[in-house]
């Protein structure tokens, strides 16, 4: 099978844009989470989605939402970019959600300016 | 609150020697603990789970109820051992990770 991907890998993006990042999971995967890595913060969860409806989400401000699919791809977006959004942001995917089961993306970096 | 400590950013030992890389955690209730690892420009992946009791790569964990630590122990380090190693635990619905802030492990010969 293949692996967890996102897309793009790179990104580059200014103060007050946005951007939308996109994660394909395994396939048969259901549920889709995204973490942000930066080096002062760790990794910290975004939101779990699983079957298109959001389950979980972490304490992050309104800037960051997502989305799922029908075919189990996800979306997230931050608007309004600000310079302490710049990160690695990870994408896992399991069958059911459940944590032991996560496969992790390559991840984006994403650099705002 | 839910929380992952990892009180060393970094661990320097030699090939060969015994490592330690320390993990407490703050949960209410029974928390499902993981150690996961980042090796050089590869995927996070999951190490082990305190659940499985297995040992991989040489590496054990123990869940300590008491002093609520997970500590990752190998006794003989070695070089591909070096990576970045995060200790985990599970939210209460079950389905996010809480990461600690990571430690890095080097293994020089």
């Known amino acids: 099978k293949a692996g967890v991907t996102q897309t793009p890998r790179y990104l580059i993006k200014t103060r007050g844009q946005q951007v939308t990042l996109s994660c394909s999971p395994i396939s048969g995967h259901r549920s889709v989470s995204w973490y942000q890595q930066t080096p002062g913060q760790g990794l910290q969860f975004l939101f779990e989605?699983?079957?298109?409806?959001?389950?979980n989400k972490g304490n992050f401000p309104g800037r960051f939402s997502g989305r799922q699919f029908s075919n189990s791809r996800s979306e997230m977006n931050v608007s309004t970019l600000e310079l302490g959004d710049s990160a690695l942001y990870l994408c896992?995917?399991?069958?059911?959600?459940?944590?032991?089961?996560?496969?992790f993306g390559p991840g984006t970096r994403l650099t705002v300016t | 609150a839910q929380r992952v400590t990892q009180p060393e950013k970094l661990l320097s030992v030699f090939k060969g020697a015994p490592v330690e890389l320390k993990c407490n955690y703050s949960y209410s209730g029974s928390p499902e603990l993981f150690w996961y690892v980042q090796y050089s420009r590869q995927r996070l992946q999951l190490l082990l789970r305190h659940i499985s009791r297995e040992s991989i790569k040489g590496f054990t964990a123990d869940l300590n109820k008491g002093e609520t630590s997970f500590h990752l122990k190998k006794p003989f380090a070695q070089e591909e051992d070096s990576a970045m190693y995060y200790c985990a635990l599970t939210n209460q619905a079950g389905t996010a990770l809480i990461f600690g802030k990571g430690t890095t492990l080097s293994v020089s010969s």
């Open positions: 989605y699983f079957s298109e409806t959001q389950r």
């Open positions: 896992a995917s399991s069958s059911s959600g459940a944590t032991y089961e996560q496969y």
